[in-house]
C-alpha cells in the first residue's frame, strides 16, 4: 500500500520532443507528490510539486498532470533538451512525514 | 542561503567497521530524513528526526541509527558494516513539505 510505481524505466527522446513519465500510487493518505530531477553525482533537486485538490502544474517547460480517481499523475517535459538528461523520480508524501519514492526514470535527450 | 551539506563526500570501509556520516541542514529547517540510495533498490527511507526526535523509521536492520542535535544537524551511524551497506546515502532537509537533498555520501565496502 506504500509503493509508488514508476514508468517507464527508461526514456530516450528527440530534441524538442515531449518526454512524459508516469507514476501511480496505492496509499490515499499522500498529500503531497514531488518529482525530482537527479544528475550523475549529485543529490535529487525538486523539480515540480502538486497537492491532490489540484489537477494540474506547470512551470515552465515541466507540467504535473493529476489524476486522483485513478490515483495518477505525471510529469511532462516539453520542448525536451539535452540538459534534461537525468533521472527523474516521482513521490508521495503522507502525514508521517516519511517520502515514498519511485523507482526513478532514466530520460535521455538526443541532440 | 547554503544548500544541504553532507560530510565526508567519500568513505571506503572494511566489512565489520562502523562509519559515522554527518549532515548540516538548511538555516531553519528542523525536519531532517536520511535515505539510502542504490542502483537496484532506488531510494529507500531510513529515518527521519524534527527537534531532536525520530518522528519515522524506515525498515532498516538496528545497525542503522541515527540522531539529531540540538542545531537540527543530524548524524547517522552503520555499526557492523555489510558489503551490501555500499551505497549513496542521502540527507534531505524539509520546511513543510519541500524536501531538499543534499550531494549524498558515497559509502564504498570492501
Known amino acids: 500500500q506504500q509503493q509508488v510505481k514508476q514508468s517507464p524505466q527508461s526514456l530516450i527522446v528527440q530534441k524538442g520532443g515531449i518526454s512524459i513519465i508516469n507514476c501511480a500510487y496505492e496509499?490515499?493518505?499522500?498529500?503531497?507528490f514531488p518529482w525530482y530531477q537527479q544528475f550523475p553525482g549529485k543529490g535529487p533537486a525538486l523539480l515540480i510539486a502538486?497537492?491532490?485538490?489540484?489537477s494540474e502544474k506547470k512551470e515552465g517547460r515541466f507540467t504535473i498532470s493529476f489524476n486522483k480517481s485513478a490515483k495518477q499523475f505525471s510529469l511532462h517535459i516539453m520542448d525536451s533538451q539535452p540538459g534534461d538528461s537525468a533521472t527523474y523520480f516521482c513521490?508521495?508524501?503522507?502525514?508521517?512525514?516519511?517520502?515514498?519514492f519511485g523507482t526513478g526514470t532514466r530520460l535521455k535527450v538526443l541532440a | 542561503k547554503a544548500g544541504v551539506t553532507q560530510t565526508p563526500r567519500y568513505l571506503i570501509k572494511t566489512r565489520g567497521q562502523q562509519v559515522t556520516l554527518s549532515c548540516s541542514p538548511i538555516?531553519?529547517?528542523?525536519?531532517v530524513s536520511w535515505y539510502q540510495q542504490t542502483p537496484g533498490q532506488g531510494l529507500q527511507f531510513l529515518f527521519e528526526?524534527?527537534?531532536?526526535?525520530?518522528?519515522n523509521k524506515g525498515n532498516f536492520p538496528g545497525r542503522f541509527s541515527g540522531r539529531q542535535f540540538s542545531n537540527s544537524r543530524s548524524e547517522m551511524n552503520v555499526s557492523t558494516l555489510e558489503l551490501g551497506d555500499s551505497a549513496l546515502y542521502l540527507c534531505?532537509?524539509?520546511?513543510?513539505?519541500?524536501?531538499?537533498f543534499g550531494p549524498g555520501t558515497r559509502l564504498t565496502v570492501l
Open positions: 534531505a532537509s524539509s520546511l513543510g513539505d519541500e524536501q531538499f
Open positions: 496509499n490515499t493518505a499522500f498529500d503531497y
Open positions: 502538486i497537492r491532490p485538490d489540484v
Open positions: 513521490a508521495g508524501l503522507s502525514g508521517t512525514y516519511k517520502y515514498i
Open positions: 538555516s531553519g529547517h528542523r525536519s
Open positions: 528526526y524534527f527537534s531532536e526526535t525520530q518522528r
